[in-house]
């Protein structure tokens, strides 16, 4: 097949790489790309969110499958225009999409059908979410109903910090705003792929989503992510696939809006076992970077069944090994950030045993290569455990010579704090 992926992030390089190893793959186009991806694939460029440009090229080139990897154009519906155009593409529609789309819709949907999530209240007005944030005890988590980029989340210890929150996300992502209970417990993140009746769960992962060491600092994207995830027992996944993914899934069916595609369930694992926190439609970045070098099976047979409705006959093997993805990125993340600064020594860091770097922003100029952007590198390792996958990467990440750059150094502790104990 000739297969289009869209993205230009560290999770579409990892797809890339993935994809590219497929032998049903003859041909692998990108759509912006990266430098990184430019080493696997033939990048484009064309916007992800160009959904004109995305659907004009596919036709031109005889895409027979489009795999898109970020939020912003599912949401957008270039799902739907694809296959309106007759390409086969990795879903979810625009409609399905709703689940990252719009936090008030799921906790809705949580409600109506009893899937356990922290309780919550939605305001479409900033006075009454004020007064509300005013009135109530702390902590509370506030966020921005719609697409944030990982940014519209707020913990929240007092009513002041509530309030400026509010405002923030009110003027920076527009109207809507959720106010959820503070849950106790640990966040853990669920894969799985579905072809709308169908749930093939994948490998767990944990993220680490603030932006320093001791899990201090602003919100970010991630920075950086491990498979598996001790928290994320055999009994948590199970209960997350019949209690949260697979009933939700069942009501969207029922609603005459099919899910199909990857679906990501955000866990709090709390004493009363899993909670949601929130719905992604792809994959997460960068627990995307772990779970790919996991993979042992073909992933565009995987994609391509959930596409078809075949996922019935499938099964995925996973390796028994361990991997850690290190975020590296421009300082100043997730705040304004300089771009253009040179990285070296990606050539000596990619001989360690067990690594695979991947580029999230990167750009090539004479050879040499420059940040472009806040996330730019993912430096990922496999290991026979969490530490020495750790060990691995952090090995490869101090010989990366880019004083522009830094990472957290503490990527894993929750796995490894117990066993040190």
Not at 51 to 57: I, N, Y
Not at 83 to 110: D, H, M, N, Q, T
Not at 258 to 266: C, E, H, L, N, S
Not at 278 to 298: H, I, T, W
Request: aromatic residues 6%; negative net charge; proline residues 5%.
């Amino acid at each position: 097949m000739n297969v289009l992926l869209v993205g230009s992030g560290g999770r579409e390089h990892a797809l890339a790489w993935a994809l590219a190893a497929s032998p049903i793959v003859s041909r692998l186009y990108c759509a912006p790309g990266n430098a990184g991806i430019a080493e696997v694939a033939d990048c484009v460029p064309i916007s992800a969110t160009d959904l004109d440009g995305l659907v004009a090229f596919a036709r031109e080139k005889k895409i027979a499958f489009a795999v898109i990897g970020p939020e912003a154009p599912l949401v957008a519906g270039l799902w739907d225009r694809l296959e309106a155009a007759g390409i086969k593409a990795l879903g979810p529609s625009a409609a399905g999409a709703r689940l990252e789309g719009s936090k008030g819709f799921v906790k809705e949907l949580c409600r109506e059908h009893g899937i356990p999530t922290a309780d919550y209240a939605r305001f479409d007005e900033l006075d009454a979410a004020i007064d509300y944030v005013t009135a109530h005890k702390h902590p509370l988590v506030v966020k921005a109903d719609g697409l944030a980029q990982g940014k519209g989340v707020v913990v929240s210890d007092n009513a002041a910090t509530s309030r400026a929150a509010i405002a923030r996300m009110w003027e920076a992502f527009g109207p809507g705003i959720i106010v959820e209970e503070f849950l106790e417990g640990e966040e853990a993140s669920f894969f799985a792929l579905t072809d709308g009746e169908n749930v093939l769960p994948l490998a767990g992962a944990q993220d680490h989503k603030r932006a320093f060491d001791g899990d201090e600092g602003p919100n970010t994207g991630g920075m950086g992510a491990y498979s598996p995830a001790p928290v994320l027992t055999a009994e948590v996944a199970e209960q997350t696939l019949t209690r949260i993914v697979k009933p939700t899934i069942a009501a969207l069916a029922a609603r005459g809006t099919p899910y199909m595609g990857v679906i990501y369930a955000g866990l709090m694992i709390t004493k009363d076992g899993p909670k949601l926190i929130e719905y992604n439609c792809r994959f997460g970045d960068p627990e995307c970077q772990a779970l790919m070098v996991r993979l042992k099976s073909d992933l565009a047979t995987a994609l391509l069944a959930a596409r078809d409705g075949m996922l019935g006959n499938l099964d995925l093997r996973w390796r028994d090994d361990a991997a850690l993805t290190v975020v590296m990125a421009a300082k100043g993340y997730p705040g304004a950030t300089k771009k253009g600064s040179e990285i070296r020594g990606l050539d000596e860091a990619a001989k360690v045993e067990g690594v695979q770097i991947f580029h999230a922003a990167t750009e090539r100029r004479d050879g040499r290569l420059f940040a472009a952007g806040g996330r730019v590198l993912n430096v990922t390792a496999l290991g026979r455990s969490v530490a020495e996958a750790r060990a691995r990467a952090y090995q490869a990440v101090d010989l990366i010579d880019w004083p522009e750059g830094f990472c957290r150094r503490d990527i894993g502790w929750r796995a490894l704090e117990p066993r040190l104990a």
